[in-house]
């Protein structure tokens, strides 16, 4: 059975093994997740899971939502077999063990709009010799006649919004469970800010 959980990123602690080496570690909130609907191939196309996690107030909440109950959020996990799962049914960090390897997913922190230098890594136009308000510029776009008709191409690196991605970290080892907490400890870094929904899943 392909096991996953929702949870919020809460920060970078370290642990201590039985030798005594510390391992630097992400702290995932991750109460009780309840299962919402169950997806199947005949009624919708594909076989899936949703669970709903969180609690948000009811004025928040649409009213076809309100039937599932008053979550935060909703997330769908697809897997061919979901014969195991019940809707109203509670999923907690119980279905991990120290030990999974797992892959974790969330957006990455947001940024903002912002230029060549920071956005790409750009260097710059040259700080001395007369330069005048180029110091952090892209410098030319290749626009002329010679290049793509005198357009500029599509793909180019230029300024813009930066962060808010959705990116999956992959084998990261379940270092510590606390089940009375609700908590899970996860080796490395994970995408995004405190407070960040995070999915946790073993495949």
């Not at 630097?24 to 169950?38: E, H, K």
Request: glycine share 16%; no cysteine.
């Amino acid at each position: 059975m392909k096991k996953f959980l929702i949870g919020t990123k809460q920060g970078m602690t370290q642990l201590f093994d039985t030798t005594g080496a510390v391992h630097p570690v992400t702290l995932i909130a991750a109460p009780a997740n309840t299962v919402t609907q169950i997806k199947t191939t005949e009624a919708d196309g594909y076989s899936a899971v949703q669970v709903g996690f969180g609690t948000q107030k009811e004025q928040r909440i649409n009213r076809p939502q309100k039937k599932k109950g008053l979550f935060r959020s909703y997330k769908e996990f697809r897997m061919g077999d979901t014969s195991s799962f019940v809707v109203g049914n509670t999923i907690d960090v119980s279905v991990f063990a120290e030990g999974d390897i797992v892959q974790v997913s969330g957006l990455t922190k947001a940024k903002g709009f912002q230029g060549v230098v920071k956005r790409h890594g750009f260097k710059g136009g040259p700080r001395s010799h007369g330069q005048k308000h180029s110091e952090r510029e892209a410098g030319s776009i290749g626009g002329g006649p010679g290049r793509a008709g005198g357009r500029v191409v599509k793909g180019l690196k230029m300024a813009g919004r930066m962060g808010a991605d959705r990116v999956t970290t992959t084998n990261l080892k379940i270092a510590k469970i606390d089940a009375e907490k609700g908590e899970i400890y996860v080796t490395g870094a994970v995408p995004g800010r405190k407070g960040t929904v995070i999915e946790i899943v073993q495949k």
